[in-house]
């Protein structure tokens, strides 16, 4: 089956750390960009990094820069997201997302459409 599933969400207090994983069944995630989203309650689902099919370029949406990370790691075909200094208002599901990479130039991006593939979503809660 192809699919991406993310894992690694959970409870967490104000000012802690989560790092989520995102993996790939049935393709080559490394043929990928990929990137990570948040959908807040009542709110629409929002870009939050990305990163390049090699991993050179990644891309941080205002919010969370200097506080997330996202990286590929090779040997486990996976990408994560690192998350520090988590805030009560980033609860939410996040989401990886991949899709096929221009093999030209090295470039993600933040917007939610166009995407090949969606996991179902980790929920991170972000409460004392």
């Known amino acids: 089956q192809v699919q991406l599933v993310e894992s690694g969400g959970g409870l967490v207090q104000p000012g802690g750390s989560l790092r989520l994983s995102c993996r790939a069944d049935?393709?080559?995630?490394?043929?990928?960009?990929v990137g990570w989203f948040r959908q807040a309650p009542g709110k629409e689902r929002e870009g939050l990094a990305c990163i390049s099919r090699t991993g050179t370029f990644t891309n941080y949406t205002d919010s969370v820069k200097d506080r997330f990370t996202v990286s590929r790691d090779g040997a486990k075909m996976t990408v994560s997201l690192q998350m520090n200094s988590l805030k009560p208002e980033e609860t939410g599901t996040y989401y990886c997302?991949?899709?096929?990479?221009?093999?030209?130039?090295?470039?993600?991006?933040?917007?939610?459409?166009?995407?090949?593939?969606w996991g179902k979503g980790t929920q991170v809660t972000v409460s004392s």
């Open positions: 997302a991949a899709e096929i990479a221009n093999l030209s130039t090295e470039h993600c991006r933040l917007e939610n459409t166009g995407q090949d593939y």
């Open positions: 049935g393709f080559i995630l490394a043929r990928y960009v």
